[in-house]
């Protein structure tokens, strides 16, 4: 039975809590947030669940073998590090850090310790996503990846998005990450030239929160994307998700369908928590397994120093 520590209890952490608590060899033995009476459906679904407002304490007072982490970004390396060193495998949702610098301290712990560490991408584990990868295998290349991901938001959400961006990183960071991983898996990732622009649309927002990226790899393939979060984010920008090729043209609609050329494919509406849910098992059938983790490391780490450079480049307009 693994002893599991949730650290973040909001949107992805308490998902994550839920499908780890699924599984039949895991026990949920406490949950670290800085203000729970702002999260009473989380306490009511774990209702005898220790509860903690400090990590450290919890850290030291749970003992656990697992921990997972879903708070702040800036949070995650030094939350990881001292899971690790204490003896824990760790879950860490994306990104995995605020720089490659501490990217690679959080790697160079997991190898150290000899722990199982494994960053939440969740494409990786969502069957649309899966099936959009197939598909643009088949189409040759050089491809050209296009992507847009806007979240009007007010209110709660817009306070949300506030906090993932008082990281102090755009889109690019937090919603790019996805999709660099994504052209890892389907270029390798031999990235020639990145060009960034971003705005501040709104003045509460900690940083720049409205970006269009685009990418060229050495072969002529592109990836573009635009991502904006915020109250002055038009809710009806298109929403595109697609790759064309030398064999053809793939693309996600918002119906949950894959279309490829003349066929398509069609997924229900519970595939992210079922993605979820995929995800944590996949993370602990590698500690059970002692899978070795450096391909993992690798793409990783190559995702996040793509974002980044990305970010450092950005011209602000």
């Known amino acids: 039975m693994y002893r599991v520590l949730v650290v973040g209890v909001g949107l992805m952490g308490f998902a994550h809590a839920k499908a780890c608590a699924a599984l039949s060899d895991t026990k949920i033995v406490g949950l670290v947030a800085r203000d729970f009476q702002k999260w009473q459906p989380v306490t009511d679904f774990f209702p005898d669940v220790p509860l903690y407002n400090d990590f450290d304490s919890a850290l030291l007072s749970s003992k656990p073998d697992v921990v997972i982490i879903s708070s702040f970004t800036d949070t995650h390396a030094p939350y990881a590090i001292k899971a690790m060193e204490a003896g824990a495998h760790v ?24 722990r199982t560490l494994y960053v939440g991408l969740i494409l990786r584990h969502h069957a649309l996503w899966q099936k959009f ?12 990846v ?16 506030k906090n993932i961006l008082s990281a102090g990183l755009s ?4 919603v790019g990450i996805h999709y660099a991983d994504l052209m ?38 592109v990836f573009s994307l635009e991502s904006g979060l915020g109250p002055e984010i038009s809710p009806n920008r298109p929403n595109i998700k697609q790759a064309s090729g030398p064999g053809g043209i793939v693309r996600i609609t918002p119906e949950n369908t894959v279309h490829f050329n003349d066929e398509s494919f069609s997924f229900a509406d519970d595939l992210y928590d079922k993605a979820i849910l995929e995800q944590q098992k996949y ?16 793409q990783v780490a190559l995702g996040m120093a793509t974002v980044l450079v990305a970010e450092q480049e950005m011209i602000k307009y």
Request: proline letters at 5%.
């Open 91 to 114: 879950f860490v949702e994306k990104p995995l850090s605020t720089t490659i610098h501490d990217a690679g301290r959080v790697i160079a712990t997991a190898r150290k310790y000899n």
């Open 133 to 144: 990868c197939d598909c643009v295998g088949k189409i040759g290349t050089p491809i050209n």
């Open 171 to 174: 889109p690019i960071v937090d």
């Open 283 to 298: 993370f602990f059938d590698a500690i059970k397994e002692n899978r070795d983790m450096e391909d993992h490391y690798q």
């Open 184 to 221: 890892i898996r389907l270029m390798g990732g031999d990235v020639a030239n990145i060009r960034t622009r971003g705005t501040k649309t709104n003045p509460d927002s900690p940083v720049i929160n409205d970006i269009s990226l685009k990418i060229t790899y050495t072969d002529g393939s």
């Open 146 to 161: 296009s992507m847009t991901s806007h979240q009007h938001s007010t209110g709660d959400d817009w306070q949300h998005h």
